[in-house]
């Protein structure tokens, strides 16, 4: 199945192919989905978040488009690296074929060699997983010049792999003018035609819209798509993306997309997914969290935290309510932070590379850890909650990290040895999932209840060992280790502090829709309890 999107970006191909993949695999059907990114960049991992949002990683540590995210989490499964296609992996093995001789004699050219390695890209993925369907989003819009080789791929696969063996679906964008209130087609017809232009009808059209799709509305779309009224779906907006299953479904979308492939229309169990957006619905006790970070501008930069507080805030009847603070802002003087430690009743020191806004951060740690809120750190959060507690508890003077200050008198967090000769940037960090040894009686130990856990990571700098000791006798208790011996999850004493807890790892990008991860569990449970002592 090939989902393509037109009139502009972020148009919500990435919300449709998760959907269908839940409709499709609550039907029995073993499902998987892949993303394709035309850009250059062989993956996300050298990317500015404010240019591309979250950096989502995979459990064997592919560094990826946020779009898998939202597939693991509605799939509930986990996809490897191979299931995000970039123009660079495409051409950087193309190049390389071409240096090692594959091609000898051959004019290496776009058609066919490119889109050969795509197609052999995709047919290889679905049968090394053995799936019964594969999805594959094309990002980006359709007539965008880089992503004219993955469209003439596509089309020729239609041809190649047969008639009841693909589905094109394109989703695009109907607006409804302000001035007028109407519903415009327009946008969507042209859409089609520069579809249809590169050789590609579509067989569904689905219809992003801010309110149901009119009848009207339907009709001319499906007329100038040269399709029946039903092929045209209405994606119009709701609460919560987890109810797009449920609105498609109401349309009958995924009995359609199986009657194209001529597969066999099963009956669909989506009685668990039914009950998690109802107890999204019911969730009414506010929980304010401050989200302290330096990308907070572009919020998808942190999609994944945001989702694994929201099914943690469903399994515990709890409606997560985010005080967004820019780091440095802070720093400038331009936030009242004392009145946002007030306000909040939980904060999360939220990841991110580079000096920008750091300061702010710690500041914003000692005040939530003064004030005994609970409090969460992931990743670079964690780094920077052990820089503070460095500072003002065991008063070392200007400790810091290595990454923020090469010559600081007190590195207690440096680089990992083994990223001391890295020559590359790209792909090089300590990523991926890897197991993590609980100490019992520890608030991570009570969270997980079980001693050994497997999280994924994505840094290149951990608490340094030198520091350990003094660390530790002050008060800060390493709860998590690796089997290398590396610090990967702090806490402080439960008497001493309800819930402080700092994750090298990031527990948000395994935490599902009905199987919240612990740690945010644990963050909301401590906030509740808070609140409730206050009152």
């Known amino acids: 199945m090939f989902i393509t999107g037109g009139v502009l970006s972020s148009v919500g191909k990435g919300i449709v192919t998760a959907s269908l993949g839940l409709l499709l695999k609550s039907r029995g059907y073993n499902v998987g989905a892949v993303k394709i990114d035309p850009y250059i960049n062989v993956d996300a991992g050298t990317m500015n978040p404010f240019a591309h949002g979250e950096v989502f990683v995979t459990e064997d540590g592919g560094e990826t488009d946020l779009d898998l ?160 009224v039903d092929m045209v779906i209405s994606n119009h907006d709701v609460d919560t993306i987890y109810r797009v299953p449920l609105v498609l479904e109401e349309q009958g979308f995924s009995s359609k997309v199986l009657a194209r492939l001529r597969l066999e229309e099963r009956s669909a169990d989506l009685d668990g997914w039914v009950k998690f957006v109802e107890a999204l619905d019911r969730a009414s006790a506010p929980i304010r969290i401050a989200m302290i970070g330096k990308y907070t501008k572009l919020r998808d930069s942190y999609i994944s935290i945001v989702e694994a507080l929201k099914h943690a805030g469903a399994k515990l009847g709890l409606r997560p309510s985010l005080i967004w603070v820019e780091s440095t802002d802070i720093e400038h003087g331009m936030v009242d932070l004392d009145s946002i430690v007030d306000e909040a009743d939980a904060a999360i020191i939220l990841p991110g590379f580079g000096r920008r806004g750091t300061e702010g951060k710690i500041e914003a740690i000692r005040l939530f850890r003064e004030a005994r809120k609970p409090l969460l750190g992931i990743c670079f959060g964690m780094q920077l909650t052990v820089v503070e507690y460095a500072r003002n508890v065991l008063g070392l003077d200007g400790a810091n990290s290595t990454e923020l200050d090469p010559n600081t008198r007190h590195p207690v967090i440096d680089l990992l040895p083994s990223q001391r000769n890295i020559d590359r940037l790209g792909g090089s960090m300590r990523l991926g999932a890897s197991p993590i040894h609980l100490k019992p009686g520890t608030l991570a130990y009570s969270l997980y209840s079980r001693p050994v856990i497997h999280e994924r990571h994505r840094h290149r700098y951990e608490v340094n060992e030198k520091y350990r000791p003094m660390l530790e006798d002050a008060g800060l208790i390493v709860s998590g280790e690796s089997p290398e011996g590396l610090v990967e999850i702090i806490e402080l004493d439960r008497r001493e502090h309800p819930f402080l807890l700092g994750t090298q790892p990031h527990p948000e990008y395994k935490s599902r829709p009905l199987s919240p991860s612990p740690v945010f569990l644990g963050l909301l449970e401590a906030a509740s309890q808070r609140v409730k002592l206050a009152h």
Request: net charge negative; charged share 25%; hydrophobic share 35%.
């Open 69 to 228: 995210g939202h597939y693991e989490r509605f799939l509930n499964q986990n996809l490897s690296k191979e299931h995000n296609i970039t123009a660079g992996k495409v051409y950087l093995s193309v190049i390389e074929k071409e240096r090692k001789g594959e091609y000898l004699g051959q004019t290496v050219q776009v058609i066919p060699h490119v889109t050969d390695e795509i197609k052999d890209r995709l047919r290889s993925l679905a049968g090394e997983t053995g799936v019964d369907i594969l999805i594959v989003e094309i990002g980006g819009t359709v007539g965008d010049i880089e992503g004219l080789p993955f469209l003439e791929a596509i089309r020729q696969m239609k041809m190649e792999e047969g008639d009841g063996n693909t589905v094109f679906i394109h989703v695009a964008l109907a607006p409804v003018l302000s001035t007028t209130g109407e519903q415009k087609t327009k946008p969507v017809q042209h859409s089609v035609q520069e579809l249809r232009r590169i050789g590609i009808q579509p067989d569904i059209v689905v219809v992003r819209t801010s309110r149901p799709l009119e009848p009207e509305a339907r009709r001319k779309i499906a007329l100038h798509s040269t399709l029946p």
